[in-house]
Nanobody
Framework: QVQMVESGGGLVQAGGSLRLSCAAS????????MGWYRQAPGKQRELVAT???????NYADSVKGRFTISRDNAKNTVHLQMNSLKPEDTAVYYC???????????WGTGTLVTVSS
């Protein structure tokens, strides 16, 4: 059974740091691309960062230089280190597993990140 479990959200002051983690279980292969998206109240879900099996990363302009995505291919886990957090980073953060070869596009249930000013 496929599961995606996120952890690490919470409340932090502006300028602080948080580390999000996501474990994707139930897959017998290394997922092609994993990533993080976020959705703020009243806004659409948007890309934060993705990383491929080969280590190629992609970041939203708004988080470049502050956030770092990493993964463990063998365990299908992905992490998001968030530094210098801003109030505008407040959102529900969702983990995503995507692999076109297997027709996979799965989402976690989300973890809330709140940044106070």
């Amino acid at each position: 059974q496929v599961q995606m479990v996120e952890s690490g959200g919470g409340l932090v002051q502006a300028g602080g740091s948080l580390r999000l983690s996501c474990a994707a279980s139930g897959y017998i292969f290394s997922i092609g691309r994993m990533g993080w998206y976020r959705q703020a109240p009243g806004k659409q879900r948007e890309l934060v960062a993705t990383i491929t099996r080969g280590g190629t990363t992609n970041y939203a302009d708004s988080v470049k230089g502050r956030f770092t995505i990493s993964r463990d291919n063998a365990k299908n886990t992905v992490h998001l280190q968030m530094n210098s957090l801003k109030p505008e980073d407040t959102a529900v953060y969702y983990c995503n597993a995507n692999d076109g070869s297997y027709g996979i596009n799965n989402w976690g249930t989300g973890t809330l990140v709140t940044v106070s000013s």
